[in-house]
């Protein structure tokens, strides 16, 4: 994976996850750390390589008093999840990206027994803009809990000094 993003996110293999990576912010007191543990991947089990999966596990502290993943979880963890897509497609830098508009429908409960699965997919990106679009699942029946589209302003690429 890129290494733009190298003073914002480490991406190193996840041992307990073969063929994923963990995805861990370089500042822990950032806002994404609230999520817990993140790992990341492209594609794999049947989905396409243009597919970018971002996956947590829900944790006590993600609940609402409906005992299920509280909705600001989700929707931080979908716009998390753009920008650990942007690492899994070599698109960046991510860190210092921002996201332009995100709309989320929520489309089902999400369990608190369960990882969250992001998939993410790149519509369309051009110099400065990405667009992009996804679900967020969850258990082996691929139950959709929410459906998303968001535009994320790119950071420009720092210059190349040796151009």
């Given at each position: 994976m890129a290494n733009l993003d190298d003073e914002y996110y480490t991406s190193n293999p996840d041992p307990d996850n073969p063929g994923w990576f963990q995805w861990v912010l370089r500042d822990p007191e950032c806002y994404n750390?609230?999520?817990?543990?993140?790992?990341?991947?492209?594609?794999?089990?049947?989905?396409?390589?243009?597919?970018?999966?971002?996956?947590?596990?829900?944790?006590?502290?993600?609940?609402?008093?409906?005992?299920?993943?509280?909705?600001?979880?989700?929707?931080?963890?979908?716009?998390?999840?753009?920008?650990?897509?942007?690492?899994v497609f070599d698109i960046g830098p991510a860190g210092p990206s921002v996201t332009l508009e995100l709309q989320t429908h929520f489309t089902g409960a999400a369990n608190m027994d369960e990882p969250l699965e992001a998939r993410v997919e790149v519509t369309r990106e051009t110099g400065r803009f990405l667009f992009m679009r996804g679900l967020v699942v969850q258990g082996d029946a691929v139950n959709n809990v929410a459906s998303f589209t968001a535009i994320v302003k790119k950071a420009l690429r720092p210059k190349n000094p040796d151009a």
């Open positions: 750390s609230f999520l817990g543990p993140i790992i990341i991947r492209r594609g794999g089990d049947g989905l396409g390589d243009d597919i970018g999966r971002v996956r947590m596990f829900p944790e006590r502290r993600h609940r609402n008093m409906g005992d299920v993943v509280h909705g600001g979880t989700m929707m931080g963890f979908i716009d998390c999840s753009l920008f650990a897509a942007m690492r």
